[in-house]
């Protein structure tokens, strides 16, 4: 698409929006606008392509398709049919998996497809073969009693919230922790790496139906060839949510052990963040389980949105193209450099460092809550989130950590030297912010004291950073 045509379909976009509600097509300018003046670092957030953003506004949005390609409950679905079979296709080629389901609108819709398609498989129950053959109306009270208790009592074991995990791995307020009787592996107190033994020793403990590997706020890489070992040894079905790192999987940046596809029963994954297409899931896996992921419209799903599974189609079919391989590795490589840049300034760093896109903080160093540390960082223009620490004192929500990360800063061109220049940034805030105190005169949680001047230095030498590497720069909005 030439610069020319893109600025002409943003605009044109924009002013048909602003016709019918201004303030809608203000707010998408002024999103543009921030996204452009702000250090970017949240590890789960990226830039899609123009194509990317264009394949999602357009007629497929008018389109309902309950069910599969080829197998529809509603008329006049060809197109989308074309699209979601070139979006699975390219994801099957992509990552080297036998089955794609492109459908699920988020991670979490494509992990509870997976937990369903799990428990299908694998809980034996009279009662459910009979709904898995549509035979609902055979069903009696007691049979959906039975079916209750048996799909609600299964066993899951999945990397604790602390230690990087995630909330739909088993944890209470998501419906997972609601569905499965949970219990979390941690990460060696010392070294805040997984320790595999003890994991397997979980493992045989507690005897789960699925073992999760994956992670929201863990910098290491995981292991699958042992995580899979110990999956087998207990009979549970190896579930990986690759949400975060799904772009080094595609990019060939993580292999071998490393790369879950080979090693996994079933992948779960989103399709923005490193992997850098629009917001959407997907669902990996082999035949076995193939049909029962295929179900999951109506079983989980509502309707799936044509217009997001045609931008992971362009997007998948860019992440296919030999320069996505080097734009992973740099993620990798950027976000080593930051990390040894606030090492280096003597930032504490969980586990040490990084091997993958994402670096998380220990701000107790800095005598600040994350919260403190998160606000005091967007006040200066560099956007990141709170996240816990293992073993955090300071619980879920004020959090004693930040996490970090390069996709995004990757995605503009940013390189090993702006990395560091970063580093100093982050640093600067950190060491120059105090905790603040109450109304009563207490220490607070969530007050903090930043010179204002400090702040707009900051803030001003950020914008300076990313000027030589603007966002959407074909994108003229006038």
């Known amino acids: 698409m030439s610069r020319n045509a893109e600025s002409t379909a943003f605009r044109s976009a924009l002013e048909v929006v602003r016709g019918v509600e201004p303030r809608v097509a203000d707010a998408i300018a002024a999103e543009l606008a921030d996204q452009r003046e702000s250090l970017k670092l949240i590890a789960s957030e990226n830039y899609a392509s123009p194509a990317t953003l264009l394949a999602m506004g357009n007629w497929f949005s008018d389109k309902y398709a309950e069910g599969t390609v080829g197998r529809r409950f509603y008329a006049g679905c060809q197109n989308v049919d074309t699209v979601e079979a070139l979006a699975a296709e390219h994801a099957r080629e992509l990552f080297g998996a036998s089955h794609a389901y492109v459908q699920p609108h988020s991670g979490i819709d494509a992990n509870l497809v997976a937990f369903w398609a799990v428990l299908a498989d694998r809980v034996e129950s009279p009662a459910l073969r009979k709904a898995q053959a549509r035979q609902v109306n055979d069903l009696t009270e007691a049979d959906w009693f039975a079916l209750r208790r048996e799909l609600g009592n299964q066993r899951m074991l999945g990397m604790s919230l602390d230690a990087g995990g995630h909330l739909t791995h088993g944890f209470r307020p998501n419906i997972s922790g609601k569905m499965f009787d949970q219990r979390s592996y941690g990460t060696d107190p010392a070294t805040g790496l997984i320790d595999y033994d003890r994991v397997a020793e979980a493992a045989r403990e507690f005897k789960p139906l699925i073992l999760v590997a994956g992670y929201s706020a863990y910098p290491r890489k995981v292991n699958f060839r042992i995580m899979r070992e110990i999956a087998d040894s207990v009979g549970a079905t190896f579930m990986v949510d690759m949400a975060h790192f799904a772009g080094l999987v595609a990019g060939k940046v993580f292999t071998g052990d490393f790369d879950p596809v080979p090693h996994a029963h079933i992948v779960t994954t989103t399709t923005h963040k490193s992997l850098r297409g629009p917001r959407g899931g997907m669902v990996l896996c082999g035949p076995e389980l193939a049909d029962q992921v295929d179900r999951g419209c109506p079983m989980v799903l509502g309707g799936p949105l044509p217009h997001v599974m045609a931008a992971k189609a362009v997007a998948l079919a860019e992440a296919r193209r ?152 074909a994108v003229d909005l006038g």
């Open 322 to 473: 030999p320069d996505f391989a080097d734009y992973a590795q740099r993620i990798v490589d950027n976000a080593q450099a930051l990390a040894d840049g606030l090492l280096r300034r003597g930032a504490t760093l969980v586990t040490g460092g990084t091997d993958n896109h994402l670096v998380l903080i220990d701000v107790s160093g800095y005598g600040l809550t994350g919260r403190q540390a998160e606000q005091a960082l967007l006040d200066s223009g560099i956007v990141t989130n709170r996240n816990s620490v293992p073993q955090d004192p300071n619980g879920a929500w004020y959090t004693s950590g930040i996490r970090i990360g390069t996709p995004a800063l990757t995605t503009r061109g940013l390189g090993a030297t702006e990395m560091d220049a970063t580093a100093e940034l982050i640093h600067t805030v950190l060491s120059q912010t105090t905790p603040g105190t109450g109304p009563d005169g207490a220490p607070s949680k969530a007050k903090y004291v930043l010179d204002p001047a400090v702040a707009e230095s900051v803030g001003k030498q950020a914008a300076d950073l990313l000027t030589p590497f603007p966002l959407y720069p």
